[in-house]
């Protein structure tokens, strides 16, 4: 891989996950996605799955100032490693717990469900719980649809399917990478 281009706080999380071996951070094409739609936030954006911060870095250097970002990070070392590192980023809050509490925090204009909630193994979060009116919700970490319906691991892929026919999202998938896709749906009015 060369080198990635990318803000320096996402450089400094990137440094941090590899200092720490973990291996399931954001990948950049879906960083600079997020980084974009973070710009189109007004007041809140959420995350689960918090991690190294990769994903939370691209959000923050995304956003417009003042607008709240809120992450959840279920391991407690992760969750202190990551509020370290963002402890200089006004209206940033990490909190340890399970991505089940995150509609505590909201409702939000974005919200990125990397730590669950997605759907894909169990219960999917209520979207017109978790998003205010229009906002929008991302879910990433998919291979790119080849086929209607789609599937996965020779199964049709029924949280995929949620999110394409949820009837309070707009929802369309996006191939960000030959070998990467990710959903994103905004709540309808």
């Known amino acids: 891989m060369g080198v990635i281009e990318a803000p320096l706080l996402v450089l400094a999380a990137m440094e941090l996950a590899g200092q720490t071996g973990f291996t399931s951070s954001c990948q950049p094409e879906q960083g600079r996605l997020l980084h974009t739609l973070a710009g189109g936030a007004s007041a809140a954006i959420g995350e689960t799955g918090t991690g190294c911060g990769v994903g939370l870095a691209w959000l923050i250097s995304g956003r417009r100032p003042g607008v709240r970002v809120v992450s959840l990070e279920r391991n407690p070392e992760r ?39 997605h759907g894909k193994h169990g219960v999917p979060i209520d979207p017109t719980q978790a998003l205010n009116p229009g906002g929008t ?25 949620h999110w394409l026919n949820h009837p309070a999202l707009l929802t369309t998938e996006l191939r960000l990478a030959p070998n990467q896709a990710t959903l994103v749906g905004t709540r309808k009015p």
């Open 137 to 161: 919700l991302v879910i990433d970490d998919l291979t790119p649809m080849t086929s209607w319906p789609p599937h996965h691991d020779g199964s049709i892929d029924q949280a995929r399917l």
């Open 79 to 117: 969750a202190d490693e990551a509020r370290r590192l963002f402890a200089d980023e006004p209206d940033v809050e990490i909190y340890t717990g399970d991505w089940t509490e995150i509609t505590r925090h909201g409702p939000f204009d974005l919200l990125f469900l990397d730590g669950g909630g």
